[in-house]
C-alpha cells in the first residue's frame, strides 16, 4: 500500500473517535507522517502508535497527536507554542490546522532541533519555527499566544508557559501524578488561562517521555 492509502486508511479509523474535532483529520491526512519517522520506522509510519525517533525520544501516536490539537482549539490564523519538537511531526500537524497561523516549537535536544528544522523547511513548513533550549522557559519574543502545548511530560505545567498564553487561551500538558486515580503515572491535562489564574481539567492517562529541561523536552 502506497503511503498517501496508508494514511487515509488511518484517518479513517481515526475518524470513529469522539474526542477529536474533524478538522483536525484534515490536517492529519496532509501531514506524511513517513517524512518525520526514521528510515527502518517508515513500514509503520500509519501504525497508530508511537515510534522512536532518536535520542531516547519518540513520536507520538497518530490519536495523541489528534487529541491534544483538539483540545488546544486554535484555529485558522491562531499563534501557538510547542513545547517538544521531536522529529516536527506533531508542530506540522498544528501547523495545517491553523493555517496561516504560526506554530513555536521548542526543542532540548540539538540534533532533534536541527533534524526536525531542516525536515520542516524541506516539506514547506514555513510557518514553524524551531529554536533549540530548555522548554520550560517557553519562547517569550513570540508570546502571547492563542494556545500552547508540552509533547512530554512534566512534573507541573511550567509558569512561563503558562504566561506566555493570553488570556481565554488554553495549555494543554502531560502532567505526572503522584496521587488520584492515575498515581505513579501521568494525566492529559487542559489550562484555560483567567485573569486571576487558570481552570484545569484532565482528560485522561497518558504515557509520554520525560521533559528534559537541563535534563531537556521531547516529542
Do not use: K
Not at 487558570?198 to 531537556?216: A, K, L, P, S, T
Amino acid at each position: 500500500m502506497d503511503e498517501e492509502s496508508a494514511r487515509d486508511r488511518l484517518v479513517e479509523r481515526l475518524r470513529a473517535r469522539h474526542d477529536v474535532d474533524p478538522a483536525v483529520f484534515d490536517a492529519l491526512r496532509a501531514v506524511p507522517r513517513h517524512e518525520f519517522v526514521p528510515a527502518g520506522r517508515r513500514d509503520a509510519a500509519y501504525e497508530d502508535r508511537p515510534l522512536p525517533i532518536g535520542g531516547n525520544q519518540t513520536v507520538s501516536a497518530p490519536h495523541m497527536v489528534a487529541m491534544i490539537c483538539s483540545l488546544i482549539e486554535a484555529g485558522a490564523g491562531g499563534d501557538v507554542l510547542e513545547v517538544g519538537t521531536g522529529c516536527g511531526y506533531h508542530a506540522a500537524v498544528t501547523a495545517e490546522l491553523v493555517a496561516p497561523g504560526r506554530v513555536s516549537s521548542v526543542e532540548y535536544d540539538p540534533d532533534l532541533a536541527d533534524g526536525a528544522r531542516e525536515r520542516l523547511d524541506r516539506l514547506g513548513y514555513d510557518a514553524v519555527r524551531v529554536r533549540t533550549g530548555d522548554g520550560r522557559g517557553g519562547w517569550p519574543d513570540h508570546a502571547p499566544y492563542d494556545a500552547a502545548y508540552l509533547a512530554c511530560a512534566a512534573p507541573a505545567v511550567p509558569d512561563a508557559v503558562v504566561e506566555q498564553v493570553r488570556e481565554g487561551g488554553v495549555v494543554v500538558a502531560p502532567v505526572e501524578s503522584d496521587g488520584g486515580p492515575f498515581r505513579g503515572g501521568q494525566q492529559l491535562v487542559r489550562l484555560r488561562v483567567r485573569p486571576d489564574g487558570v481552570d484545569r481539567e484532565d482528560h485522561g492517562e497518558v504515557r509520554f517521555v520525560r521533559m528534559r529541561g537541563g535534563d531537556g523536552a521531547g516529542d
